[in-house]
């Protein structure tokens, strides 16, 4: 399966709640009027793009059907790609890892898919022919130890690990170390989600940051927050939490492909001000794809 194809039946559940149902209204419409409006809304919110930004789109339609004299309902859908388009739109969703070595840092709540996707980066890293190591920072579970070092094996990338229960900014420190000594191109650090309390995550991370700060002075750095397109507007409470702890350049969205409700991304983006810069639309290795809106959009109508 091509890359679209395989991101077109991510998006499968969502184009069926958002698309279908869009589709069904317009043309049971046929023309423009209030309560073509009154019904898209609905659509809309139930689909987790939120009250917020559901208002502002459809506003937006309203104005737009005006100035173009728009009466053919059918018609309304192309301004909607349109709106949409527009609001995911972040310019470069590239990862930005020009200097040898740089470093990713991956963060988030238990469970959303971190070490899955460092998987799935460091495995199309190797393929480009990059030397890439892991630093097993989510100590506070052997098995977490335990799956990255799995994804280790099966992509042909190193691993530094300490034992459970040490101190993540020391693996890290070890890992920069071994990134410089080992000429790595690329440092994908992995972190835990759940610790006894949520101050002291937040405290590790910037922990983890300083060490990065020092040891790798000047090193091209991306901090993507994995957040779980399955947990709605909960996503984005996350998200809230974590910006206070780490400079965050990017998000992965994971298991698009498991939920109707992948209007999520449109919320992310307008509320939160982070670009999406990798969404995860399955379970397979090379499931874990760039962002782009046009695709996205072109993805969800086609
Ligand atoms: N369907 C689907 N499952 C995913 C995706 N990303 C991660 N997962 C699954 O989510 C679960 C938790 O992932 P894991 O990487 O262990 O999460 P972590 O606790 O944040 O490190 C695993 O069962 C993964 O296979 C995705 O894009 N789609
Ligand atoms: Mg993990």
């Known amino acids: 399966m091509g890359f679209f194809d395989r991101l077109k039946d991510g998006l499968q559940k969502t184009r069926k709640s958002i698309t279908e149902k869009i589709d069904q209204v317009l043309v049971s419409f046929g023309k423009v009027d209030e309560e073509l409006f009154d019904e898209l809304e609905e659509i809309l919110i139930t689909s987790d793009i939120g009250i917020e930004t559901t208002m502002r789109i459809i506003e937006d339609l309203k104005e737009k059907t005006r100035e173009r004299k728009i009466i053919d309902a059918l018609k309304v859908k192309d301004l909607l790609k349109e709106e949409l388009e527009e609001i995911l739109d972040t310019g470069e969703s590239a990862l930005k890892l020009d200097s040898k070595p740089s470093v990713i840092i991956v963060i988030g709540v238990n469970g959303v898919g971190k070490t899955t996707s460092i998987g799935k980066i460091a495995n199309y890293y190797k393929s480009q022919g990059k030397k890439v190591l892991l630093a097993a920072g989510d100590t506070f579970r052997a098995a977490a130890i335990d799956q990255l070092e799995i994804w280790a094996d099966r ?37 835990a989600g759940r610790l006894h309390t949520k101050k002291n995550l937040m405290e590790e991370l910037k922990k983890v940051s300083r060490v990065l700060d020092r040891e790798l002075p000047g090193a091209d750095r991306e901090t993507l927050l994995v957040l779980d397109a399955t947990t709605g507007q ?43 810069k990798l969404i995860g639309v399955g379970e397979q290795i090379d499931d874990l794809q760039k962002f782009n809106a046009k695709e996205f959009v072109e993805a969800l109508f086609s």
Not at 247 to 255: A, C, E, F, P, R
Request: proline fraction near 2%; hydrophobic fraction near 45%.
């Open 155 to 191: 992509v042909g990338a190193e691993i530094i690990e300490q034992k459970e229960g040490s101190d993540p900014a020391a693996v890290v420190f070890d890992a920069a170390q071994a990134a410089k000594s080992r000429k790595a191109d690329l440092l994908i650090c992995d972190t």
């Open 234 to 276: 909960n996503a984005i409470s996350q998200a809230k939490t974590f910006k206070e702890a780490a400079d965050i350049t990017g998000i992965v969205l994971t298991k698009l492909d498991g939920t109707a409700k992948g209007g999520i991304v449109i919320a992310i983006k307008s509320e939160l001000d982070i670009p999406v």
